[in-house]
Nanobody, 114 residues
Framework: QVQFVESGGGLVQPGGSLRLSCAAS????????MSWYRQARGKQREWVAH???????NYADSVKGRFTISRDNAKNTVYLQMNSLKPEDTAVYYC????????WGQGTQVTVSS
């Protein structure tokens, strides 16, 4: 059974940083492109970034230059380093495959506020 467990969220001031982690189980992790998504209150879930099996990355324009996605296949874990955070980054962050066909985890809340 596929399971994703996200962690690392919290409350941070604008301009601050956070590092999110997502531990995957139940999949052959190293053959999948992995992605981070986020959902702000009252909005649809949106794609944030992805990393393929060759460690090639792609980012939404809204986070490009501020966020960095990475993966550790030995740990079945994908990370999201978030720098220069803005209030508009406030959301619940999720990881999943790309496309997101596996069940969603519980996500981790990121709140950017002074």
């Amino acid at each position: 059974q596929v399971q994703f467990v996200e962690s690392g969220g919290g409350l941070v001031q604008p301009g601050g940083s956070l590092r999110l982690s997502c531990a995957a189980s139940g999949i052959v992790f190293n053959i999948y492109t992995m992605s981070w998504y986020r959902q702000a209150r009252g909005k649809q879930r949106e794609w944030v970034a992805h990393i393929d099996t060759g460690h090639n990355t792609n980012y939404a324009d809204s986070v490009k230059g501020r966020f960095t996605i990475s993966r550790d296949n030995a740990k079945n874990t994908v990370y999201l380093q978030m720098n220069s955070l803005k209030p508009e980054d406030t959301a619940v962050y999720y990881c999943n495959e790309l496309p997101a066909i596996a069940p969603w985890g519980q996500g981790t809340q990121v709140t950017v506020s002074s």
